[in-house]
């Protein structure tokens, strides 16, 4: 059984920064391309950035790009999403994918087959 399993949210005023991390167990971490998506209340989920299986490509929606940094350790089988400059619409609900092959997909919900349970980012103004 896959399991997909974020930590690392919390509250945070605007400016500040917050890392992300993302653990997967029931699959082979080094052959996932892996994504961060982001929900917030009564919005679509969006995607926001994607590494592929061996982190030599990396994707970031526009909004984050500059401020968000998305890495992977593959010997730990860990992803990280590392965000600065954290802004009032940066708060959502933040989900961790696998995607499912190795190379990143479309950053649309219904590329990434696996998901986790999601980890509360909350940026205060």
């Known amino acids: 059984q896959v399991q997909v399993v974020e930590s690392g949210g919390g509250l945070v005023q605007a400016g500040g920064s917050l890392r992300l991390s993302c653990t997967t167990s029931?699959?082979?971490?080094?052959?996932?391309?892996m994504g961060w998506f982001r929900q917030a209340p009564g919005k679509e989920r969006e995607g926001v950035s994607c590494?592929?299986?061996?982190?030599?490509?990396?994707y970031y929606v526009d909004s984050v790009k500059g401020r968000f940094t998305i890495s992977r350790d593959n010997t730990k089988n860990t992803l990280d999403l590392q965000m600065n400059s954290l802004k009032p619409e940066d708060t959502a609900m933040y989900f961790c994918?696998?995607?499912?092959?190795?190379?990143?997909?479309?950053?649309?919900?219904?590329?990434?087959?696996?998901w986790g349970q999601g980890t509360q980012v909350t940026v205060s103004s």
């Open positions: 029931g699959l082979t971490f080094a052959d996932n391309a």
């Open positions: 590494i592929d299986y061996n982190g030599h490509n990396t």
């Open positions: 994918a696998a995607a499912g092959r190795l190379s990143c997909p479309p950053l649309v919900r219904r590329h990434f087959p696996h």
